[in-house]
Every structure is written in C-alpha cells, then in structure tokens.
C-alpha cells in the first residue's frame, strides 16, 4: 500500500484525547486516511503542554498501534500540533533585494531570517508553518516565488513563539516510540487547514478551536492570517462549574453538558435582550423553569434533585463568557469587520448542543460547525469536530512534503526547513 503513495502520520496531543491519522497521499496530491486511533489521555497533556511523559508515552503508544493496524502501514514519522501556555504570535515581513531578478531558494531562506531576527530569544521556540506563509515579488503575491523575475522577494509570516520545552517534550515522546518528529506547526493554524475552504479563507472567516484546556483562534481574509493566538481556557472550565454547581462528580458533569447543552430558550432571551440593547442577562422566569433532574453523583449531603435551570444557567453563563472573552479579543485588533463568513466551531467542546446558535447571539455573525476538508475516505469518527485539528497537521505535513520536493526545503526530519534556519539564527545573536 506504502508503494501506491506517501505515507504521512500526524497526531494531536490533547487534554482529553491523543489522536492519529495516518494518510497516503496520491500523485495528484490528494490525502486518502488509511488508518486512526484516539487513546485517552487521562491528565498526560494539559494546555498543551506534557505533565507526565510516561503516560504521554503509553497514550500515544496506544493511539498509533490503532492507526498502524489499520492503515497496515508503519509510520516513521509523525507531524505534530503545537500550543500551550505562554504563546505569543507575531506577523512579520522580510525583504530581500533580488541582484539578478531572479528569486532562488537563498533569497526564500533570508526573507524569512529577517523576518524572525526581532522575535528570536533564548529558551524560546519560533513556530512556522509553511501554510502561514506568503509570498510577493515587487508587492505581487505569488504562490511559489521560485524562478519568478523580480526586484524585491518580501515574506509575510505568521510566527508562534513559545517555551522551547513544549516542543522538546512532545519530540522526546514521539521518538521514545522510534519515530522522529519531523515538524510542528501551531494547532490553531491546524484547526483551521482542517475545517476551512477556499471560499472561507478569501472571504472572510475566524475559526475557534474549542478544546478541553485551551481554545485556539485564527482569522483569515483574502487567503491571509491575520491573527491567530492559544487562551488558557476551555471546555473543562464549563465542566468543572457543573460539578461545583450542581455538586456532583466531574464524569456526571460532563455527560450532563453532552446531554443538555446550551438552551434554546436562553440564547433566544439572550438574542432578544442583546437586540434591545438591556445587557442580554438572558434569564427565564419562574413561568419558564424546566424539569426535575434526579443526580446520580451528589455528594453527601447536597440535593440530589435540581431544577432543570440550575443546569440550563451554569452552561449557558459559562459558555457566553467564554465567546465573549474571544470577542472582545477580536474587538481589540480590529478583526470583527474580516468575519464575512462568521465563527466556525470545532474541537470537542464544539460539539455542545447549541454552541453554533450562542455564538451568532455572542458574535452577531454567521456560525457553523467544523468538520474535516479536503481530505477523503475519513471513516465516521474521524468525521467530527474534535478531528479537525489532527486532520489540518496532516494537511499541513503534506504540505511540508511537497515543498520539500519542490526545493523550497532542505530535506526533511527532525529540526529540518525553518527549523534548522531558525535555530541557526538563534544560535547567531544568543550564545
């Protein structure tokens, strides 16, 4: 099978779930999933960042061998996501004069040192992906600047930077199962090379990765990001005012959030309030309270039957602030006015029931669910929005492959392409 095409692995070390996806990619370069495997978690990875590397080990030992299985197909390498605490992103552009007007890999290779010369520091990672990079000769954008006639290549990318031990980490997992990490790239980035067209990115589009840690962002226009950032917040946030609320177990809180979700009559109050301009608190009357809910899990002591409100008011308060927290983040830079094709959801907390109607009601735009593009023969699980991110790492390995071939990278591996250039540079101004 290895033979019809190339072999690509990616894998998504999340809070909840570490998933893999194992893929062949055909001459035409499109992607066919041959295999997956999710494992539990169990605590090994929290706001992206490996708390217990043993467990990682065994997570992703058990993840892989799924995928492998199925597939029928060994992995030697994987491409991975990346986030966690204390990320910082940056747009930067670098100009190179071209002296025989004519763009080679070289003057690729000073674009982008110049432009991460001012972002380098020590005990930090620079994170780029190929896919966050554009490219312009003489203020034209180009796809591939390579041969093309010139007085001036200028690189535009977006760059991640973060604790260097993040990376470190997941790489000593990854190659402690014999398998090099071969590169990472920014998982909010991901989320959206996994659930966005074409039409999403000229347009106009945020995309919120909701996972059970953190919540990624990144927003596209014109083929462009304009901004992409990690919040240390998440889906576990809503579960863990659940259980306090009501005072059962955080397992009973989470199915009850599954079961529930937001409610429709609070985001219809909510919207309603929110258009007549009174603050949208959103609460319902005593008229209007549901049901009875009988509690599996109470402690000892605490009623072990609520109202139904009880429930309705904690998921819906949590998740409106944690929309509105993101929007006000995009308030603040500007980009609500990019959003043409509104706020695309994905991630496991993206799956809440009424998650789509609350954001429209939060960001007066457009809202949908992400599922996996641009890739087939996705079995059903992986058809989901918690597989986005893993599917958009496999995208952009592909990606990565195809530049390799095409000359724009030197080789692939470990620290290969931007990594190594990187580094270099790092090594240049810190030692």
């Known amino acids: 099978m290895s033979k019809r ?8 070390f999340g809070s909840r779930d570490v998933r893999v996806l194992i893929a062949r990619r055909d001459s035409d370069g499109s992607l066919h999933v041959l295999g997956h495997g999710t494992a539990p978690g169990k605590g090994c990875v929290s706001h992206g960042v490996i708390q217990d590397l043993n467990a990682a080990r065994i997570a992703l030992k058990q993840a892989l061998g799924h995928a492998e299985k199925e597939a029928r197909v060994k992995a ?5 996501g990346v986030n966690g605490r204390n990320v910082e992103t940056f747009i930067r552009e670098g100009n190179v004069k071209l002296e025989k007007e004519v763009v080679e890999f070289r003057h690729m290779e000073e674009a982008l040192d110049i432009a991460s010369r001012d972002i380098l520091a020590p005990g930090r990672h620079v994170v780029s992906s190929m896919t966050a990079q554009e490219w312009y ?43 090099d990490l071969e590169d990472v790239i920014f998982l909010p980035l991901a989320s959206a090379l996994g659930c966005l067209t074409m039409e999403d990115m000229e347009l106009g589009v945020g995309v919120m990765d909701l996972g059970r840690s953190t919540t990624g962002l990144a927003v596209y226009r014109d083929y462009r990001i304009l901004g992409a950032s990690c919040f240390e917040w ?9 259980a306090a609320g009501l005072q059962v177990s955080f397992e009973e809180a989470q199915e009850l959030i599954l079961e529930y979700g937001v409610s429709d009559a609070l985001v219809h109050r909510y919207s309603d309030e929110e258009e007549a301009g009174d603050g949208g608190r959103g609460r319902l009357s005593l008229e209007e309270r549901g049901t009875q ?7 000892r002591g605490a009623p072990s039957i609520v109202d139904r409100n009880d429930l309705d008011m904690i998921i819906f308060e949590r998740c409106k602030e944690l929309m509105t927290k993101v929007r006000q983040h995009l308030q603040a830079r500007g980009l609500m006015k990019h959003l043409v094709r ?11 029931r009424n998650q789509a109607a609350l954001a429209e009601a939060v960001f007066q735009v457009p809202a949908r669910i992400g599922l996996p593009e641009g890739i087939s023969g996705l079995p059903g699980p992986v058809n989901a929005p918690e597989f986005v991110a893993v599917v958009g790492v496999l995208r952009h390995g592909a990606a990565f492959r195809a530049a390799a071939r095409n000359g724009r990278l030197q080789g692939r591996g470990p620290l290969a392409a931007l990594w190594r250039r990187l580094k270099a540079a790092a090594g240049r101004y810190f030692i």
């Open 5 to 12: 095409g190339e072999i690509i692995g990616a894998v998504d």
């Open 76 to 80: 030697s390498s994987l491409f991975c």
């Open 137 to 179: 000769v003489d203020e034209l954008r180009v796809i591939d600047p390579i041969g093309i006639r010139g007085g001036v290549l200028k690189a535009r990318v977006h760059f991640a930077r973060m604790p260097a031990a993040i990376e470190e980490n997941l790489a000593t997992c990854i190659e402690s199962l014999n398998r």
């Open 234 to 242: 998440g889906g576990y946030h809503i579960t863990r005012d659940v």
């Open 293 to 299: 809910l009988k509690l599996k899990s109470a402690v």
């Open 342 to 352: 509104g706020i695309v959801l994905t991630g496991g907390a993206g799956a809440i």
